[in-house]
């Protein structure tokens, strides 16, 4: 058994998965670019365990929200939005310990970290995915709730689900009677891997900048500094 496999397992037995097919839960950690170095290996990218998990992930988050809460449509959607975006599955994803059981090309494996969160986070639902396909339903819903989930709490009360640029839009306009312009100041990196520089304008004036992995990350980060600023 290979050194990388033995991990996986190890993490498998760490989030008592009792599985039928360890060949599956395996497929979950497996990165596309580990395929160009190693064309022969015997399991799949994980993409499509990757697609499958997305969808799992979304019905189970909603489904426990709609339960928990008697909250209106528009605040369940942003604090879905919180649980399941990218930056913190990547988080849950490190916290177990992931990272070391992914099979990555030697690029990727020394490459950016703003690259490898994106992996963790693609491979995280992929473990999903995989756990829906092998053990089933329940088994998934459980994972979600114990290691995603469980950030709700921590979520409201640190106001992680907010929408910066709403929030800052409303107040801007309720003060200033003013709307927020956004303007790409800057972007560099190539195609896979870009940082953008935005900044928020009131009128003419520069107010803040942010920057971001996208033009939308860049101007949530301008528009939180910007409510730092004027707001705070």
């Given at each position: 058994?290979s050194e990388?496999?033995e991990?996986i397992?190890?993490l498998?037995g760490k989030?008592?998965l ?8 395996e497929?979950?950690?497996v ?6 170095e190693h064309p022969?290996?015997?399991?799949d990218?994980?993409e499509?365990l990757?697609f499958?998990?997305?969808?799992v992930?979304?019905l189970v988050?909603t ?14 959607t ?9 930056k913190?599955?990547s988080?849950?994803?490190k916290g ?7 099979y ?6 020394q490459g ?19 756990i829906?396909?092998?053990l089933?339903?329940e088994?998934a ?5 114990n ?6 709490d921590k ?11 709403s ?12 709307t927020?312009?956004?303007?790409v100041?800057?972007q560099?990196g ?8 935005s900044?928020v ?5 520069l ?8 033009k939308n990350s ?5 528009a939180?500094?910007?409510?730092e600023?004027?707001?705070?």
């Open positions: 058994m990388k496999k991990k397992l190890k498998a989030l008592s009792d599985l039928k097919d360890p060949e599956v839960f497929n979950a950690f990165h596309r670019s580990y395929l160009n022969k290996f015997y399991l990218n994980n499509r990757e499958l998990g997305d969808a992930l979304e988050t489904r426990y929200l709609y339960d928990k809460f008697q909250k209106p449509e528009g605040e369940l942003a604090l879905r939005s919180a649980l399941v975006r990218g913190n599955l988080e849950v994803a177990l310990g992931v990272e070391e059981c992914l990555l090309s030697s690029g990727e494996a950016a970290q703003k690259a490898k969160s994106l992996i963790l986070a693609n491979a995280l639902e992929a473990i999903i995915g995989s829906y396909l092998d089933g339903y088994s819903r459980s994972f979600i709730e290691n995603i989930l469980k950030l709700t979520i409201i009360d640190e106001k992680l689900y907010i929408d910066a640029k929030s800052f839009q409303e107040k801007v306009q309720e003060k200033f009677k003013v927020p312009q956004y303007k100041l800057e560099s190539p195609d896979h891997n870009k940082e953008f520089t900044a304008f009131l009128a003419e004036e107010v803040a900048t942010g920057k971001g992995s996208s860049a101007e949530q980060e301008a939180k500094a910007a409510l600023k004027l707001f705070s």
